[in-house]
């Protein structure tokens, strides 16, 4: 339950993270290679409404020594820094996906390629190509590299969208142990022209069953501040995979109704 910014009116059935079901499955091929597939579907569980068959992620992957390469419908290289640069996951009221994602954000490109090595001294590249096809003006084309050693972790990526807009953006975080702190930066050149440009800083303090997070951030469209946000949120682990939370954020650049706010469950199966 909650309220959206720029949501008129009175509160309504709200998710704070996307809700989805699907099937996986694996097989061991010998040699060290294994054969997955995954399915998602994505609906809304206030009126069961789905978002079309399977349009999450719909993948065929081969795994072995050399890393993985999946087929189908999936999320690009880039946009795991992306969600890296946001504490909330880019999910419900309190998200930050205009600042991590600049107005130019792909989530999955259909038709794809994608590659992911194996970790080299806490490196990792993955490589992501979707085919030109339909109505995509471009073939799309996204490069990210991560690094994770003990309580730091960071990528940097570059991205080229369907329809050309262009992304490139960095993520760098480090547990202190009370709390994990997070920055994020990123730029974008939307396929109209102009340049945007946003920034991210989040924490996450665990308390417990109790976890705190707290973010900052803002997007400026051709150096005009089109979004500046602050958030904050809280989860109550009832068990492994239970959660009761409550988030609220404001965006004081947001034409009218600039706050928002949401608590509800969460389960996970």
């Known amino acids: 339950m909650g309220k959206a910014i720029g949501q008129a009116g009175s509160a309504t059935m709200q998710q704070a993270s996307g809700s989805r079901w699907g099937l996986k499955g694996s097989e061991d091929l010998g040699g060290g290679l294994s054969a997955s597939f995954q399915l998602e579907q994505r609906f809304t569980p206030d009126d069961g409404v789905t978002s079309g068959a399977f349009n999450g992620r719909s993948i065929v992957t081969l795994g072995g020594g050399f890393g993985s390469v999946s087929l189908g419908r999936d999320y690009t290289a880039g946009f795991w820094t992306q969600l890296a640069g946001d504490v909330y996951g880019w999910d419900g009221v309190a998200a930050n996906v205009g600042s991590t994602g600049v107005g130019v954000h792909n989530v999955r490109f259909n038709n794809v390629v994608n590659y992911s090595s194996p970790a080299f001294s806490g490196f990792k590249v993955m490589a992501s190509y979707g085919v030109k096809e339909g109505t995509a003006t471009n073939a799309g084309t996204s490069l990210a590299l991560s690094y994770a050693s003990g309580p730091l972790a960071g990528s940097v990526a570059t991205e080229k969208g369907l329809t050309g807009a262009k992304y490139t953006g960095f993520n760098v975080s480090y547990d202190l142990g009370m709390a994990k702190v997070s920055l994020n930066s990123a730029t974008g050149k939307p396929a109209a022209g102009g340049k945007n440009k946003g920034m991210t800083l989040g924490a996450v303090v665990p308390m417990g069953a109790m976890t705190v997070k707290a973010s900052y951030g803002t997007l400026k469209v051709n150096d005009v501040t089109a979004?500046?946000?602050?958030?904050?949120?809280?989860?109550?682990?009832?068990?492994?995979?239970?959660?009761?939370?409550?988030?609220?954020?404001?965006d004081s650049k947001a034409a009218a109704n600039k706050s928002g706010y949401e608590f509800g469950i969460q389960h996970n199966f």
């Open 227 to 250: 979004s500046q946000k602050t958030s904050l949120g809280m989860r109550y682990a009832l068990s492994k995979r239970t959660d009761l939370y409550a988030n609220m954020a404001n």
